[in-house]
């Protein structure tokens, strides 16, 4: 099996080239870092990743959680490994020194989430989930919440969880029907159902933290009457403690992701499910939509570092697989099907890094500049959720072939690469919900100042290219970016009116491949500026075959996947109604 996670030469470019974060040192909250403390850090989440995370990914990949009508029982490595997470301090690694943290940049935390990801999703999972949770309540909830659930959450003697879907209600949470009874001692008794709760129950931890949507009876209808609880798996301490009154109705058994637990849950059956009210009533799904943004960033991400990992899986099997007296990595065919997946991967992981980078400067930027990258973060949320998480599978899909009739074999890992992965177009809001955000909301959102404030950073980008490659990436970046003021104008205008809005809300995620389509040429264009850069100093062959590959990886995302938005601009221009008006009747 292959023991390397993520290349750390491909770390440190995103980080310290394509970024420059050792600049964010010289802000406040950063100030006691520097790179050696930086490096530490990366050394332990990969050691720990690489030892505990990794040997038993495929092994609960095989044997999935089971539920006996009384507890889930897993492989022991999991536990393992959530208490190795925690005991490293990555939980609450984010937050102050003062709170247990280490205050470390989200730039440096989203490379070492990287290896975790890579080296097992399923089991990095509980963690994950717990560290969003654990956000929502230092930001809502009240100071006696946070002594009650935050300070164990960050030490992982207790995890967390977000309850949302419901059997009858997906992605549409005005229909929720999981109600919240305010009583006289001012707690809430919960009933509902959830449905599809990853981690919802599991004997990892002492107790377990939900974060449910319910509505309180006589507020508002639709999503503008949806409060946030928490509702723990037991509630009390020491001798008082006793379990809330939340059933496991049954565990769902996975295409992929099978060594997380997903849950059907059921509240309040006998009427004493106990639940506390998160900040103020009625504000529950903007609560929510802090973590489920960052969740959102973080099944992008996770995408990219599966499809990662199933790239360098499927190069090692083609450095090593002779046929026609050479390696098969020598073969034309296998160079187009390698070139791809890493003209997809890294160009995924690159924009996950932008992401990161922003968020940094919205905690710790001037005024201005964390406004501005407010604006941008949100923007492109839905793409970096949504390209990774069509594009990472596409990776994987492409190891398999590499790898022949092997890849197709479960004796190998490429397939279970794929099967993970392919959950991620679907986690956290589908790919189409994500483009009818895109379209319905975010490109217009406050004069569309994150709009004008990318293209003139795609621009700049385009300016300043000096190398041959590069200087040809920008030329056909800048053909497709000059179509794209002329064509967001014209679906504004027909989103203002009722029917031709239908139409083009039809074809939103006609408009997400174009608009991402611009987006990861654009940032495979400042990996290429930044190559070129280097390629022009005093280097080791090594370094510069990296370089190059950079180049390469980065020419082949310009001239074969960028021109592919071309008959999508078309069909946007022409107001294509295929989709529109369909018939149910006719299928």
């Given at each position: 099996m292959?023991?390397?996670?993520?290349?750390?030469?491909?770390?440190?470019?995103q980080l310290y080239e394509n970024l420059d974060t050792l600049s964010l040192l010289k802000r406040s909250r950063f100030m006691e870092h520097n790179e050696h403390t930086f490096s530490a850090v990366l050394d332990t989440a990969e050691k720990i990743a690489t030892d505990c995370f990794l040997p038993h990914n495929h092994l609960a990949d095989q044997n999935e959680p089971s539920f006996d009508g009384q507890k889930v029982t897993m492989l022991p490595a999991v536990k393992i490994a959530y208490q190795a997470f925690a005991d490293a301090g990555f939980i609450a690694a984010r937050y102050d020194f003062d709170e247990g943290g280490m205050q470390l940049p989200e730039s440096v935390m989203t490379a070492c989430s990287g290896y975790f990801m890579a080296a097992n999703p399923s089991s990095t999972a509980y963690p994950f989930l717990t560290t969003a949770a654990a956000n929502v309540i230092k930001h809502f909830a009240s100071a006696d919440l946070k002594a009650r659930y935050l300070e164990p959450m960050l030490a992982g003697s207790y995890s967390g969880t977000m309850a949302l879907t419901e059997p009858h209600a997906g992605s549409s949470l005005a229909e929720i029907t999981t109600s919240a009874t305010l009583?006289?001692?001012?707690?809430?008794?919960?009933k509902g159902a959830k449905l599809y709760i990853s981690g919802g129950d599991h004997e990892l931890t002492e107790n377990i933290v939900h974060l449910v949507l319910a509505k309180i009876p006589g507020g508002p209808s639709g999503v503008k009457g949806i409060s946030l609880f928490i509702v723990p798996k037991y509630r009390g301490d020491g001798d008082n403690r006793v379990k809330n009154d939340i059933v496991l109705a049954g565990l769902i058994h996975k295409l992929g992701y099978r060594g997380t637990t997903s849950t059907a849950l059921t509240f309040g059956e006998q009427g004493d499910c106990h639940g506390y009210l998160v900040g103020e009533p009625h504000k529950g799904l903007q609560y929510m939509f802090m973590m489920m943004n960052e969740a959102r960033v973080g099944v992008g991400y996770g995408a990219a570092m599966i499809g990662y990992r199933g790239f360098q899986y499927s190069l090692e099997y083609a450095k090593e697989r002779l046929q026609g007296g050479k390696a098969i990595v020598e073969h034309g065919d296998v160079k187009r099907m390698l070139l791809a997946q890493k003209a997809y991967t890294e160009g995924a992981i690159a924009l996950c890094f932008y992401g990161a980078r922003l968020v940094d400067d919205i905690h710790t930027a001037d005024a201005e500049q964390a406004r501005d990258a407010a604006e941008l973060l949100d923007l492109l949320t839905p793409v970096i959720k949504a390209w990774p998480s069509e594009y990472g599978p596409k990776a994987n899909d492409l190891g398999i072939q590499v790898?022949?009739?092997?890849?197709?074999?479960?004796?190998?890992?490429?397939?279970?690469?794929?099967?993970?992965?392919?959950?991620?177009?679907?986690?956290?809001?589908?790919?189409?919900?994500q483009a009818l955000d895109l379209l319905g909301r975010k490109l217009w959102q406050n004069k569309q100042q994150g709009l004008a404030q990318l293209f003139a950073l795609v621009q700049t980008d385009c300016a300043i290219a000096s190398g041959p490659v590069g200087q040809q990436a920008a030329e056909c970046i800048s053909h497709y970016l000059a179509q794209m003021p002329a064509l967001i104008d014209s679906l504004g205008a027909d989103l203002q009116s009722k029917e031709s809005q239908a139409l083009q809300l039809a074809n939103a995620e006609c408009f997400m491949k174009v608009f991402s389509g611009v987006i990861l040429a654009w940032q495979w264009l400042r990996q290429i500026n930044t190559a070129e850069q280097r390629l022009g100093t005093e280097l080791t062959s090594e370094k510069a075959d990296y370089y190059h590959g950079k180049c390469q990886a980065g020419q082949y995302f310009v001239r074969w996947e960028l021109p592919q938005i071309a008959p999508y601009i078309t069909l946007l221009q022409n107001r294509d109604d295929s989709c529109h008006k369909m018939r149910t009747n006719w299928f």
């Open positions: 292959l023991q390397m996670l993520i290349l750390r030469r491909e770390i440190e470019f009583h006289a001692d001012g707690t809430y008794r919960i790898m022949g009739g092997a890849g197709y074999t479960r004796e190998y890992y490429a397939e279970q690469f794929w099967r993970d992965n392919r959950l991620n177009p679907i986690h956290e809001g589908t790919n189409g919900i």
